[in-house]
């Protein structure tokens, strides 16, 4: 019930912030994100044994979700020179220093840049983020319950040992066919049904991939949830590992197709 409870109260929030709230309001939510997802990032990495320059990479990831307008590519350029001689002055060691600075780095390209393609697609329509939202969350819950119902064949044992090839099927399936329902009645104007089969499988793809990589940071850092922010649900990774990986897809669909 607990984790029933959280996800209606997370799916009113998302609805509230896409569709109602003002563009100063959803760009501190995004910001907000990136902030609390850097923070979990980051205590996984110091369970690798790895300590983050935090502060630079707080102000990094914030700076990116907060100005979409910044080429990101030249930021990033910019913060690893800066992150390398801040780096090299700290006082963990100079054994210590590359590490540090990879890892912030990673937190910043790994957290907040997918935040900030997901906003850019809410810039373009706000009904195209609803859209990976749906075909995530399609993905999540079909894998779930085609994996208790039919699963049989580990998809990868080492990295999570309950999901199974036949869960993946399933929200193969369901997601596409998902998309493209929510496509045919709130995205008609830009796509036929059809069209829609192919971004919404290249999506779940994304998003499944993302859900793994998730699973092998936690499992590496030997825990189980990425933090206890959302009850019944974990952290804040556990809930933005399939759009992590995901929402770049679709803004380069979007830019580019």
């Known amino acids: 019930m607990k984790r029933v409870l959280t996800a209606l109260a997370l799916a009113a929030c998302v609805l509230g912030l896409v569709f109602w709230a003002p563009p100063v309001v959803f760009g501190a939510a995004v910001a907000a994100l990136a902030a609390a997802g850097l923070r979990e990032f980051y205590a996984l990495a110091e369970r690798y044994g790895i300590r983050a320059l935090a502060a630079p990479g707080y102000a990094a990831g914030v700076l990116t979700a907060l100005l979409p307008q910044l080429d990101l590519s030249l930021l990033l350029t910019v913060f690893t020179l800066a992150l390398l001689a801040a780096g090299f002055r700290g006082r963990g060691g100079l054994a210590k220093s590359l590490p540090a600075a990879a890892v912030t780095l990673t937190g910043v390209v790994y957290v907040a840049a997918p935040l900030l393609w997901g906003r850019l697609v809410h810039r373009i329509d706000p009904y195209w983020l609803l859209f990976v939202l749906v075909v995530n969350a399609a993905g999540d819950i079909a894998a779930l319950y085609t994996g208790k119902a039919l699963g049989k064949r580990p998809l990868a044992p080492r990295l999570?040992?309950?999901?199974?090839?036949?869960?993946?099927?399933?929200?193969?399936?369901?997601?596409?066919?998902?998309?493209?329902?929510?496509?045919?009645?709130?995205?008609?104007?830009?796509?036929?049904?059809?069209?829609?089969?192919?971004?919404?499988?290249?999506?779940?793809?994304?998003?499944?991939?993302?859900?793994?990589?998730?699973?092998?940071?936690?499992?590496?850092?030997?825990?189980?949830?990425?933090?206890?922010?959302?009850?019944?649900?974990?952290?804040?990774?556990?809930?933005?590992?399939?759009?992590?990986?995901?929402a770049p897809v679709l803004y380069a669909y979007l830019r580019y197709l």
């Open 160 to 246: 999570s040992p309950h999901k199974t090839w036949e869960g993946a099927i399933g929200s193969v399936v369901f997601s596409t066919l998902a998309g493209v329902v929510y496509a045919n009645v709130f995205l008609a104007s830009y796509l036929s049904p059809a069209e829609a089969a192919a971004p919404a499988l290249a999506l779940n793809i994304a998003g499944q991939l993302g859900d793994l990589a998730e699973s092998a940071l936690k499992r590496g850092a030997g825990v189980k949830d990425s933090g206890k922010l959302l009850p019944g649900h974990g952290g804040i990774l556990d809930r933005l590992d399939a759009f992590l990986f995901s």
